[in-house]
């Protein structure tokens, strides 16, 4: 088991409310990642950062925004919720070894938006 | 853009049978192919990764094969068990150059019967 965890497990909330899910690792890595997965669909790179103070935009557009101000933590933030932002968000961190990188994934949160 | 595609429909399989599961990607070929398990309502967990001038990489059951002229993935499963049954995504890595950013397929169900 990865030492990444996500909390909360499940979220159900209201329109319009400000939500920060929240990541973090023990394993010192520097680079971390925020995915959003519906069901049965493929991960979609929302966020990315390289290390302290460091974040860029992934693949997928989306209206969440994210900071990297500790290593070990990099919490995603919703500031008004609606329901098209209802998912799975999936945080992962990463480290290279002999050359080759792999990632490490958190339990995920379940948001649902109503 | 890139796209990459897994078989969507379930594998269903028989305990001690070979399970193969195929990811076929457009474009240009990655610098390494990675496969991850995910299970339901988990984060995905890796299991292999292949490099681009690698033809075969094998972990205990597990293999994997890497054609960048069809631009194709294997994964093969032998003497499957049901604790097999899971959701197989492939991933691709295009590299240091490319912050070893990951590009995942949308997976393929297997299921393992006994």
């Known amino acids: 088991e990865a030492d990444i965890y996500q909390t909360p497990r499940y979220l159900v909330i209201g329109t319009g409310k400000k939500i920060t899910l929240e990541c973090s690792q023990t394993?010192?890595?520097?680079?971390m990642y925020w995915y959003q997965q519906d069901p049965g669909m493929e991960l979609h790179l929302i966020h990315y950062s390289y290390g302290v103070n460091s974040t860029e935009k992934g693949d997928l557009s989306s209206e969440s925004t994210v900071s990297r101000i500790r290593t070990e933590h990099f919490p995603l933030t919703l500031e008004s919720a609606r329901p098209s932002h209802t998912s799975q968000y999936l945080c992962?961190?990463?480290?290279?070894?002999?050359?080759?990188?792999?990632?490490?994934f958190g339990p995920g949160t379940r948001l649902l938006v109503l | 853009s890139q796209k990459i595609e897994q078989n969507s429909e379930a594998l269903n399989i028989q305990e001690g049978k070979t399970a193969t599961l195929t990811c076929n990607y457009t474009n240009y070929s990655p610098a390494y192919l990675q496969w991850y398990r995910q299970d339901p309502g988990r984060g995905p967990v890796f299991l292999l990764l292949?490099?681009?001038?690698?033809k075969e990489k094998r972990k205990e059951r597990l293999k994997v094969t890497f054609d960048t002229t069809l631009k194709q993935s294997l994964f093969h499963i032998t003497a499957s068990q049901p604790a097999d049954s899971a959701t197989y995504l492939c991933a691709l890595d295009w590299g240091k150059a490319a912050g070893n950013k990951l590009t995942f397929g949308g997976g393929t169900r297997v299921l393992v019967k006994p």
């Open positions: 292949i490099r681009e001038n690698e």
């Open positions: 992962a961190s990463s480290v290279r070894t002999g050359g080759l990188e792999t990632q490490y």
């Open positions: 394993m010192g890595h520097d680079k």
